[in-house]
C-alpha cells in the first residue's frame, strides 16, 4: 500500500472494510502499511498513510461525523505518532522521518475539527508526543498556551491543558520510545516548572472538574520524581498551590463531606484522589506544607457527635487524615515544639484516627484507610539495617553512608518515643479488634494465607500497606506495630483476649510469646484460632527462615503439644471424621497440618537416619489422618477434609515417618479416587504389593476417576513420583520397559485427553522407547476434535521441553513433530488472546529444537517458520490495534516480564531461522525478508531482521 493517491483509496477502502464488517485482515493490512510507512529514509511524515487518512477524514463530511470512523482513523494516528515515529527518530539522521512540524500542524487543526471526543483524546495524544519529541524548550510553548491571552478562547484553553495532562501521562509511561536522555530531560524540566498546571485563567465552575484533572496529573507526576522530594522538586508550584482556584474548590467539597448533613455529602472521588496525593507529598514541613496541612484537616477534624456520627462521610475523614499522618508526623514530631498549632492539630488528626479503631460501628472502609496510614507511617517509622561492608565499597564512602544511616536511625527512634502513646493505643485497639470482630473462618484463612506467602518468601518487608479487607487490613498493621514497637504486654494481650484461645493470633509474630501460648494451652483451645496454626508453624519452626523456635528442644516441645491435642481429641471422639462433633472437622485438620509440618521439620534436621524413634511419637498424629481418610462415605469428612488428611498422610510416607502396610491396600480400594491415587503413589516405597505393574494399573484407573482440579493436583505430586518410582523398577530390571510402555499406551488410548499425565509418566520407560511413546500420545491427543482449541496455557505443559526433546531427536518421529507444529500454527483465535505471544514462543520452541537437531529438511523448516511468524505478526498487529485504550487509560501492561517474553520469542524464531541459511536458493513465492535472513551472518542479525518484520 503506497502513500500516493491510490495508496490512500486503498487505505479508505480498507478502513471502510473494517469498520463496516470488522474484518480482522483490512486492520491488518493498514496496521502494516502503518508500521512502515517511514522505511525509507527522510520521508515527509505528514504525507504518509495514517496522516492521509486524517486529511481524508476531515474533508469528508460523512467520515467526520461518524464516531466509529473518526476514532477509528484517529487510533491509528495515536499508534503511527506514539509507537511508530519514536522508534524511526532513533535511528541514524539519514534515515528519520522529515517534516513533524507539518505533522504537528495538521493534528493541531485536526483537534479544533473533530467534534467527537474519544477521537480529540487520541489525537491530544498525537500532539503531546510530537511536543515531547521537537518541542526543546516545551515548558516555554505550553506556559504560553495555558496562559492563553486575550484572544484566546475557552475552548483553547481547555484544550492546552487537555494536552499538559497527556504530555504527563505520556513522559511516565515507559512504553513510548521517547529515549532514556530526551524522556529525562522534559520530565526534570517539566517537573521544575510545573507551577504551570496553575496558571489557567479558568475560574468557571464548569471547568473545575478539568482543573483537578490537571492538579492530579501534576501531583502524580511529581510523586514519581526521579530525584529528590516532590517539595523540594517544584518549590513553586507547592507555594502557589494553597491560594489557587483548584485548591480552594477541593478544600469547599472536602468541607461539604466531613459536615453532618442529611443524607451525607460525598466528596468526588477525583478531588479527594487531588487532596490525599497533595497531603503525601508533604514530607518536609515549610510555609507551603503548614499552609496546606492547616487548610484540610480542620475540615475533617468538626467535632462530631453521636447524633451526626450517621451524617459525616468517614471514608473521606479517614483517608486525608491517614494521607497527612503517613507522611508528615515524622518531620513534625521531631522538628516542631508541641505547643505549635501545626503540632496539635497533628494530635488530634492521631486522635481521632484512635477514635475511629476504638469504635466497633466504624465503617469497614474508614478502618481499612486508618490502617493504611498507620502501616505507611509505621515503614517510615522502621529503623534502617546496617548492612555488612562489601570488599569493593570505599571505607570513606561507606562510612559515610553508615553515618548518615545512624542519623537518620536517630530520628526515626525519637519519633517513635514521641508517638509511642498514639502507637500503642492503635496497638491495642487493633487486638481488641481481632479478638472481638467473631471473625468467619473464612477470614482466618486470609489471614493464614498472608502469612504463609511472608513465610513463602523469607519474611522480607511487605510494602503492600492497602487492603481491601478488612480483617486483613487490621492485622497486617498490628503486626507491623508490634514490629516497631515490641510486642504487648501479657496483660495487655489478656485484656484484649479474655479467652485463651482468642490470643493466638496476638502473639503470632513472637516465636516466644507463640511457645509460651502453647506450652499454656488446653487442647480444646487450639480449635478457635485453628486456621493459623500450622502458618504460626511455618513461621517459627518449619520455614528455612525460623529461629525462635529452630532449637530442636523447642520444636519437640511444640509438636509434642500439637500431637498430645490430638490424642485427646481421638480419647473424647472428637475426630475428623466428623460425628456429632462434625463442625470441628476442619479445625482439628488444621491441627493435623500443624504437627505434620512440625515433625517433618525435625526429621529434616534430624536426616531419614535418626527419624525412627519419631515415628512412635506421632502415632496419634498418623491415627488421626488414617481415621480421617478411612471415615466411610458420606460422613462429614467426605470431602475436602479427607483429601487434606490424605495429602498429609502422604508427605508423611514420603519422608519415612510412617508406613503404609499391605494390610491397608485392600481398605484403601473402598476409598474415592484421589485418596487412593495420593496414597498408592507415594506408600510404594514401603508397601511391597505397591510395587507392581498391577498396582500401576489400578492407580492410572483412579487417576482417570478424577475431576479436572483433582487430576491437575496429580499431575504435579503423584505423576512425577510414580514415573520416578517407574524408571527405577525398569533400570533394576523388575520391570520390563515394554511391558510398562505397553501398559501406558494402552490406558492413554482409553483415556487421551489425559495427555500430561501420560507424557510424565511416558519418560519412566527406557530411553530408546520415549520418541515413539510420546509421540503417540500427542498424536493421539490432538486428533480429538476439541484439540484444535487447546488453551496456551496446556499447549505449553503439553510440549515442554523434557516431551518434545527426545522426539525431535529421532529421525524417525522429528518429522512428525513437524507436521504438528505446521497444523498448531495455522491461523486460530488464540493467537491473536491475551496470551498469544506465549502460544508463539511454545511453537517458536518445537521449530528450535527440531532446527537444531537436523532431521527435518530445511524447506519444510522454513515453510513452517514462515507461517509460525506470520501468526507472530497476528498477534503484533492485535495487540497496537487493542492497546490505545489501554495506553489512554494509564494501564501499563508492559511488564518486564512481557518485554523477556518478546525477546525469549525473537531469540527462538532466530535459532529456528538458521534453517534459511541452510538452504541454497529460496522459493518464488517466498516472502522478502527471507533473503535476509540468508544473508545474515548470525543469530543477532536474525533478530535484528525478524524484529524489523
Not at 518429522?815 to 498448531?824: D, E, F, K, M, T
Amino acid at each position: 500500500m503506497s502513500s500516493g493517491d491510490g495508496g490512500v483509496a486503498a487505505a479508505v477502502a480498507a478502513l471502510m472494510h473494517f469498520t463496516t464488517h470488522s474484518d480482522t485482515a483490512s486492520n491488518q493490512e493498514l496496521m502494516h502499511a502503518i508500521d512502515h510507512s517511514l522505511d525509507a529514509g527522510c520521508t515527509p511524515a505528514a504525507h504518509t498513510i495514517a496522516p492521509q487518512l486524517l486529511r481524508w477524514a476531515l474533508e469528508d463530511s460523512t467520515a467526520r461525523a461518524s464516531a466509529g470512523i473518526a476514532t477509528y482513523v484517529s487510533v491509528l494516528n495515536r499508534h503511527f505518532c506514539v509507537h511508530v515515529i519514536p522508534h524511526r527518530l532513533a535511528q541514524p539522521l539519514d534515515r528519520r522521518p522529515a517534516g513533524l512540524e507539518e505533522l504537528l500542524q495538521l493534528y493541531m487543526i485536526a483537534l479544533h475539527s473533530f467534534p467527537i471526543e474519544a477521537s480529540r483524546r487520541q489525537l491530544t495524544q498525537c500532539v503531546a508526543c510530537l511536543l515531547i519529541l521537537l518541542e526543546d524548550h516545551l515548558v516555554e510553548r505550553l506556559r504560553a498556551w495555558i496562559r492563553g491571552g486575550d484572544a484566546s478562547s475557552t475552548d483553547e484553553c481547555r484544550m492546552s491543558l487537555q494536552v499538559f495532562v497527556a504530555v504527563v501521562d505520556l513522559l511516565a509511561d515507559r512504553r513510548v520510545a521517547i529515549g532514556s536522555i530526551r524522556r529525562a530531560t522534559q520530565r526534570r524540566q517539566l517537573q521544575e516548572h510545573l507551577l504551570i498546571a496553575l496558571e489557567s485563567p479558568l475560574t468557571d465552575g464548569a471547568d473545575l472538574p478539568l482543573l483537578v484533572r490537571v492538579s492530579d496529573a501534576a501531583v502524580r507526576f511529581l510523586l514519581e520524581a526521579m530525584y529528590g522530594e516532590p517539595q523540594e522538586v517544584a518549590a513553586t508550584f507547592w507555594e502557589a498551590l494553597p491560594t489557587s482556584t483548584v485548591w480552594q474548590h477541593c478544600l469547599r467539597c472536602l468541607g461539604a463531606a466531613a459536615a453532618a448533613s442529611s443524607p451525607p455529602a460525598t466528596c468526588p472521588e477525583e478531588v479527594l484522589s487531588v487532596v490525599c496525593n497533595v497531603l503525601r507529598c508533604q514530607t518536609i514541613v515549610n510555609a507551603a506544607a503548614e499552609a496546606l496541612l492547616s487548610g484540610a484537616l480542620p475540615l475533617v477534624l468538626q467535632p462530631i457527635g453521636p447524633t451526626s456520627a450517621s451524617m459525616v462521610d468517614w471514608e473521606t475523614i479517614s483517608r486525608v487524615i491517614a494521607a497527612a499522618l503517613e507522611a508528615s508526623t515524622k518531620a513534625i514530631v521531631t522538628q516542631q515544639p508541641s505547643d505549635v498549632p501545626l503540632f496539635r492539630l497533628f494530635s488530634s488528626a492521631a486522635d481521632r484516627l484512635a477514635q475511629l479503631l476504638q469504635a466497633p460501628a466504624a465503617p469497614t472502609t474508614a478502618v481499612c484507610h486508618v490502617c493504611e496510614g498507620i502501616s505507611a507511617l509505621t515503614q517510615a517509622l522502621q529503623p534502617t539495617p546496617l548492612p555488612e561492608m562489601e570488599p569493593d565499597d570505599d571505607p570513606d564512602d561507606f562510612a559515610d553512608f553508615v553515618e548518615q544511616t545512624r542519623e537518620a536511625n536517630a530520628e526515626k527512634s525519637s519519633a517513635v518515643a514521641q508517638l509511642r502513646p498514639f502507637l500503642h493505643g492503635c496497638t491495642r485497639a487493633l487486638a481488641a479488634r481481632l479478638t472481638h470482630s467473631k471473625l468467619a473462618q473464612e477470614e482466618w484463612r486470609d489471614i493464614a494465607a498472608y502469612v504463609a506467602r511472608q513465610v513463602a518468601e523469607g519474611d522480607t518487608e511487605d510494602y503492600e500497606v492497602a487492603h481491601d479487607d478488612v480483617h486483613l487490613a487490621v492485622f497486617t498493621t498490628y503486626e507491623r506495630l508490634t514490629a516497631l514497637l515490641g510486642a504487648l504486654s501479657v496483660e495487655e494481650i489478656n485484656a484484649a483476649a479474655p479467652e485463651l484461645g482468642q490470643r493466638l493470633v496476638l502473639v503470632m509474630r513472637d516465636s516466644g510469646s507463640a511457645l509460651h501460648w502453647l506450652d499454656s494451652i488446653q487442647p480444646a483451645d487450639l480449635l478457635v484460632q485453628s486456621a493459623l496454626l500450622p502458618c504460626c508453624v511455618a513461621r517459627h519452626v518449619s520455614s528455612a527462615s525460623a529461629a525462635g523456635c529452630a532449637m530442636e528442644s523447642a520444636a519437640v516441645r511444640v509438636m509434642d503439644v500439637l500431637v498430645h491435642a490430638l490424642a485427646t481429641y481421638q480419647e473424647h471422639g472428637v475426630l475428623c471424621s466428623g460425628g456429632s462433633a462434625s463442625d470441628s472437622a476442619p479445625a482439628i485438620m488444621d491441627v493435623t497440618r500443624a504437627a505434620a509440618a512440625v515433625a517433618l521439620a525435625i526429621a529434616g534436621r534430624l536426616g531419614p537416619d535418626n527419624a525412627a524413634h519419631l515415628r512412635e511419637r506421632i502415632t496419634p498424629l498418623v491415627s488421626a489422618l488414617w481415621q480421617c481418610v478411612t471415615s466411610a462415605v458420606g460422613a462429614p469428612a467426605s470431602g475436602s477434609t479427607r483429601h487434606a488428611a490424605a495429602d498429609e498422610l502422604a508427605t508423611l510416607l514420603e519422608a519415612r515417618l510412617t508406613v503404609l502396610p499391605d494390610a491397608a491396600v485392600d481398605l484403601l480400594k473402598d476409598q474415592d479416587a484421589y485418596t487412593q491415587v495420593v496414597l498408592f503413589a507415594t506408600g510404594g516405597a514401603s508397601t511391597p504389593s505397591l510395587n507392581t505393574l498391577e498396582a500401576l494399573a489400578h492407580t492410572l484407573h483412579c487417576i482417570a476417576q478424577l475431576s479436572s482440579e483433582e487430576a491437575e493436583a496429580a499431575e504435579t505430586r503423584v505423576c512425577r513420583g510414580l514415573a520416578e518410582r517407574s524408571r527405577r523398577h525398569c533400570e533394576s530390571g523388575e520391570w520390563a520397559g515394554e511391558a510398562l510402555a505397553t501398559l501406558l499406551d494402552s490406558w492413554h488410548a482409553q483415556h487421551p485427553q489425559l495427555l500430561l499425565h501420560f507424557l510424565t509418566l511416558a519418560l519412566a520407560v527406557p530411553a530408546e522407547m520415549q520418541p515413539a511413546l510420546l509421540l503417540a500420545g500427542i498424536t493421539r491427543f490432538f486428533s480429538l476434535p476439541q484439540s484444535r482449541d487447546t488453551s496456551t496455557r496446556e499447549l505449553s505443559a503439553v510440549l515442554e521441553a523434557r516431551f518434545v526433546h527426545p522426539i525431535a531427536a529421532s529421525p524417525a518421529t522429528a518429522p512428525s513433530l513437524h507436521v504438528l507444529v505446521v497444523w498448531l500454527s495455522q491461523s486460530h483465535p488464540s493467537f491473536t488472546a491475551a496470551d498469544g505471544l506465549r502460544r508463539v514462543r511454545i511453537l517458536a520452541e518445537c521449530g528450535r529444537v527440531l532446527c537444531e537437531d537436523g532431521h527435518v529438511p530445511a524447506l519444510s523448516l522454513t515453510e513452517a517458520l514462515v507461517t509460525c511468524v506470520a501468526r507472530w505478526q497476528e498477534h503484533k498487529f492485535a495487540s497496537a490495534l487493542g492497546g490505545g485504550e489501554a495506553d489512554e487509560a494509564g494501564e501499563n501492561d508492559d511488564t518486564e516480564g512481557d518485554v523477556q517474553l518478546k525477546q525469549e520469542v525473537l531469540k527462538q524464531l532466530a535459532i529456528w531461522s538458521r534453517c534459511v541459511s541452510a538452504m541454497s536458493g529460496l522459493p518464488a513465492s517466498a516472502p522478502p525478508w527471507l533473503a535476509r535472513l540468508q544473508s545474515a551472518q548470525d543469530d543477532y542479525e536474525r533478530m535484528e531482521v525478524l524484529k524489523s518484520l
